[in-house]
């Protein structure tokens, strides 16, 4: 999921690395202050954001003085986490990855659980599950949920009189309407292969849906997406897509950008994507983002039509952290997950979701397509995306997706290649099984 991973963070809070280093309070504390440092990754976005959320808590309480200290972010970053927490000399209270990532550092074993705080009540179930292991939970979020499914350009549907979709077979129809109205109904951008995998890993919540079991089987080597009709169908809707025409003229050589230009200004109808591009809409497309609505990719059965959901990463207590830190950091855990910890948090970031704390709450001039996403989540038709709930992602899917939706494989060979693609990454982890 790496450069999913590394697109998701350049949509939701990334623009470019920097060097790890410590920043925010100085190492002198006044007296009476208890000091704990915060470990967050190196973006500069993200720190802005780590900023905003220290000062606003040290603002309301006075006795707390917080350090702020920054890591690598990909591999680098997880293999000082790892590192940091054996040795015990972790942060008094750090930000990772929630699902399957987050129980590859043992959580057991090395975070301090929280399950019985006041905060935790007030949690989206789904991002509860993320953080949890053996029925014990151990962090707060970081920001809000981003969700994929589809971009649309609301004046184009109100045009032709329109309805979202919550079948495939009602989507197809509104793209035969739309190239009949001469736009592009489906927008894609293969000149940067990694959006081609979002027909595919937005589709899980409709793989859950068909099949629960699916991520456990999976995982375990007992299911395979060539072999399981609901996992197989992201890569037959690309390949029925691009039979039908659908693409945009130039989907071999557009970006990211152009197709979130194209859905804002009605060249194109849909553009499917991830909600953190949400807040690059306005300098993709200035001021058109109330322009684009998001519906969440379509399936079979509309009474279960619901969104695939990528979760924020959690805020995490070490077991190192002990006494009159461990006081302190609950602290500061606590205000993370509180509305006004989402206040900060949205002070200094544009939003891509909703926060997934029942007590906060979404500006009023938040984007359409953000309050679009926000409902799917408060009507509980939500599904975490696959990669928080097993550790395997075949690192050749955009490549493949690219091939499915140029034309070059047929869905069921691509979905047997990626099975193959699967089964190497699963065996480089370790994985029980394969």
């Known amino acids: 999921m790496r450069k999913l991973g590394a697109a998701l963070l350049t949509g939701a809070l990334c623009l470019s690395g920097c060097s790890a ?140 009189g329109l309805q979202v979709p919550k079948t495939w077979a009602d989507f197809m129809s509104n793209n035969a309407k739309i190239k ?41 080597n007992k299911a395979k997406y060539a072999t399981t009709p609901a996992a197989q169908a992201g890569f037959q809707h690309l390949e029925e897509l691009h039979k039908a025409g659908y693409w945009n003229k130039d989907f071999a050589s557009a970006k990211y950008n152009d197709g979130l230009a194209a859905v804002a200004e009605g060249k194109a109808g849909h553009y499917p994507m991830i909600t953190f591009g949400i807040p690059a809409l306005d300098t993709a497309a200035p001021g058109k983002v109330n322009d684009v609505g998001f519906f969440a990719l379509p399936g079979t059965d509309a009474s279960k039509n619901g969104v695939t959901l990528w979760e924020p990463s959690g805020i995490y207590i070490p077991k190192s952290t002990e006494g009159d830190k461990l006081a302190a950091a609950k602290k500061f855990q606590a205000f993370v997950a509180s509305a006004e910890g989402c206040t900060a948090y949205g002070s200094a970031a544009p939003l891509g979701g909703p926060f997934v704390v029942k007590s906060c709450t979404l500006p009023a001039d938040v984007a359409p397509a953000v309050k679009d996403l926000s409902a799917y989540i408060d009507a509980g038709q939500a599904s975490p995306a696959l990669e928080f709930l097993s550790p395997i992602k075949g690192p050749a899917l955009e490549q493949i997706t690219v091939e499915v939706g140029s034309g070059i494989r047929s869905a069921g060979d691509a979905a047997k290649l990626y099975d193959e693609d699967v089964k190497k990454q699963a065996q480089q982890l370790g994985i029980q099984g394969w």
């Open 21 to 160: 280093g410590s920043l925010g309070s100085s190492d002198e504390t006044a007296a009476g202050q208890t000091q704990i440092t915060f470990l967050t990754n190196n973006d500069p976005a993200n720190v802005k954001v780590a900023e905003a959320m220290i000062a606003a808590f040290e603002a309301k309480n006075t006795g707390v003085d917080v350090k702020l200290d920054t890591r690598p972010q990909g591999s680098e970053g997880d293999n000082l986490v790892k590192t940091r927490l054996a040795t015990a000399d972790m942060a008094d209270v750090f930000e990772y990855n929630s699902g399957s990532l987050l129980q590859a550092i043992a959580p057991q074993t090395n975070l301090t659980p929280v399950s019985g705080e006041a905060w935790v009540g007030d949690l989206d179930p789904v991002f509860k599950q993320v953080v949890t292991a053996n029925n014990e939970v151990y962090g707060s979020p970081w920001g809000p949920a981003v969700g994929g499914g589809i971009f649309y350009n609301k004046p184009l549907y109100t045009k032709l």
């Open 180 to 220: 009949a109205a001469g736009v592009a109904p489906v927008q894609q951008t293969y000149s940067e292969t990694w959006t081609s995998q979002v027909l595919v890993l937005a589709d899980f919540h409709n793989v859950a849906a068909a099949d629960p079991g699916f991520a456990e089987n999976y995982t375990n």
